[in-house]
């Protein structure tokens, strides 16, 4: 019997002393969990931070743009930070170091609460500027004292609007992270690779992120001490369908609407009414372009004074269809002064992009016009029903140009139909030319 017991306790001694890497790392368990966080917080001072100088390793990790407003000058992002810093007293990987083998549980989580966390904030947001905390994450702790958090959120920042190329700009905002209470010789923050993350992001309907970068931005002083910050920066570029459909589409037809106010015949009662209705539609147009764009003096949007600028032809326009009325409307017994007779044959004529004068007539037709060797002889003028002049004889002319007042109105409309469209079309060339090239470069 004492021989059994002796055979059996030497097998035991040489299981112990033969394998102790299987009796040295117990499997893990609920409970072998439980003594780790006991050993590892039972001594643990959270407001402590582990070393003299920390090093805090940060991204961020975007997952969509909600909004970028350039009236309110703030962008507003979805996505969380990816913060790592080493913490000593949490390192459990030296098994000499606790009372017993570890090395099987491989990670442990914790919060705020238990876990000492760098203050860090947001410098440049607009809702809140708080120390971001959220006692509801979770910390993942490395078994060599690792500690990743993750903070998620909501951010709302400042961001500088530039207009100058609305509805087709693109805009660079950034997002400013940096620790609040630690110093920089207390807490450093690096940044992590990559220094913006995409891998989940969902695009936007409106903006096209077409860029991101980080930079470790100069410490910022705040009284006598310095702190450590980053930069992360984001650039979005509008996406043009919509703009170009709601917005330069409708602006260059209606700008093409003000120079056909000169189109429309004077008998028919409606040029005033016609260039009022045009000068108003583009009144509202300026005013909602004025609602989308803030107030700011920083920068001027190129739209804004495109629209400045037809507006303007459209009030001109208004008076010069009253002096076009005006010359219509004057009794032919009136002498026309003769610098106007010269002015008209040597200038007006070239401008409305007529040879003579016989052709002033809208929708008419001339049957037949006699000789003009004879500069003395009277000539008659055969003109068809729908002419808007009566039929004359026109008197004995020294010039013998035959300009009568209403003649003049019509050379003038033609004259003002001619400089307006030049002026659109050019204006509206330039216009798209400089925002598509931006767009396209961008």
Known sequence: MKRKRLILSLILFGLWVVLPEVYGKPAYSANLETFLRKELFNTYEVLQRPQNQMFISMSLTILTVNDMSIKDQALSISGYLNVAWADDRLDWSNSSATVQD??????????????????????????????ISDKTIPMRITSRGIIYWNPSGIYVVSCESDTTYYPLDSQECSIKVSSWAYTSTEVHLTLGDPPIDLSFYSANGEWDLIGSSGTKSGDKTRGSDSFSSLTFTVKLQRR?????LNTLFPVALMALLIAMVFKLDVESGEKIGFAL?????????????????P???????????????????????????IFVLSLHHKPE????PRWVKSLTNTVLLKMALMKSCGKCCRNSKVTKVASMSDKTEIKKLKLSEKCEFPIVEATEDKNGDGITWHKLSVIMDRVFFNIYLLLI???TSMLLMVIFIHYSNA
């Open 295 to 321: 107030s700011t003096s920083v920068t001027v949007c190129y739209l804004s004074l495109y629209l400045a600028f037809i507006f303007s032809l459209g009030g001109i326009s208004v008076v010069l269809t």
């Open 277 to 293: 209705t045009v000068l108003l539609a583009y009144a509202v147009y300026l005013t909602m372009i004025s609602d989308n764009i």
């Open 240 to 244: 043009p369908m919509f703009h170009i």
């Open 102 to 131: 570890y090395s099987n549980v491989k990670f442990l989580f914790s919060t705020e609460e238990y876990v000492w966390r760098p203050a860090l904030i947001i410098e440049n947001s607009v809702n809140d500027i708080s120390i």
């Open 425 to 427: 079309i050019m204006s």
């Open 333 to 336: 017994e009136d002498e026309i």
